[in-house]
């Protein structure tokens, strides 16, 4: 205990201790309500598109097509003809991307993705890439690639078991390094909450996710689980100092790791040009300011609830 402490009534500090219970009690129940309102909404999410993301052709099938041109191209009037083409796309069935070189920004081509499967279509979609851009696509200044239905499919469900393993791995490893309940579930809260938060703003910019954007979100349990056993450690195993001390120590230490990673990724996702590494650093990008909220306000919240409950000082 510090010498404050210690100078302190115990009436003087029962009250500053209600006072504070009182505090982290209504920080936790503001995270948990949204939490709920990010799974409510992808409730609602699932229940209109029969899914809990928007998947891109890597994931549903599909064809990719790279045309190599310079030619500068209107992406909504482009899409708008393809639709005219192809009335049976959907709202996200159709997503064109601008590929530039890094340093000047100078574009070195076009790629389009679109989730179809027969091959009527594949022609109907070369005929109106070719119309629109004014010369034929042929082998020489373009390529593309076909996923079928099955192996895009195929791909998710594998996605999602492994996505399900590791965190049933993570929550055993995470009791066995804790042994007591509640401290171990609040790092697995934390972790459930960056996804549910992060995959509920994925979904409301409409982003579609690749192959490489589901993996993101197995590295954003990583991410969570690192912040959350750092404050957890310094809580619960160091007994020097005060409990107020090793709190900010673990906020600052914590703070200054994520800020960082924040940066990173956000330097990332503005260098590349890759449309994979920048939909993965932006899906992090994402995660790790959730995490801020996860770690610091909601897990924060538990531990300190239950040092007052344990009377850990």
């Known amino acids: 205990m510090t010498p404050e402490e210690i100078n302190k009534s115990p009436k003087t500090m029962n009250f500053e201790n209600q006072k504070a219970i009182r505090k982290y009690q209504i920080t936790l129940i503001i995270t948990l309500c949204i939490v709920a309102l990010s799974l409510a909404y992808l409730v ?25 041109t310079d030619k500068q191209v209107d992406n909504q009037q482009l899409e708008d003809a393809i639709r005219q083409s192809l009335p049976s796309l959907g709202e996200k069935d159709i997503l064109i991307r601008r590929i530039t070189e890094i340093q000047t920004g100078k574009q070195l081509a076009i790629s389009l993705e679109a989730k179809i499967q027969t091959e009527d279509d594949v022609i109907k979609l070369k005929q109106t890439l070719s119309g629109f851009l004014g010369f034929e696509i042929n082998d020489v200044n373009s390529s593309a690639e076909f996923t079928g239905s099955a192996l895009g499919s195929s791909f998710y469900k594998e996605i999602l078991n492994a996505s399900l393993l590791a965190f049933i791995f993570m929550a055993i490893v995470v009791f066995i390094q804790f042994k007591s309940f509640i401290p171990s579930f609040a790092v697995i809260l934390c972790a459930f909450t960056d996804i549910a938060i992060t995959l509920a703003i994925v979904n409301m910019i409409g982003l579609p996710l690749s192959i490489g954007g589901v993996s993101a979100f197995l590295m954003l349990i990583g991410y969570s689980v690192d912040t959350d056993i750092l404050l957890n450690t310094r809580l619960l195993k160091r007994r020097e100092p005060g409990i107020e001390e090793r709190h900010k120590s673990s906020i600052k230490t914590g703070l200054t790791e994520t800020i960082t990673s924040i940066a990173c990724v956000l330097i990332g996702y503005f260098i590349v040009s890759s449309p994979i590494l920048k939909e993965i650093f932006l899906v992090l990008s994402i995660g790790l300011f959730v995490d801020l909220f996860g770690t610091w306000l909601q897990n924060s919240s538990i531990l300190r609830l239950y040092c007052y409950k344990k009377n850990i000082n």
């Open 44 to 68: 609602y999410f699932h229940a209109k598109t029969g899914d809990i993301m928007y998947k891109d052709v890597s994931l549903t099938g599909g064809a990719v097509f790279t045309v190599y």
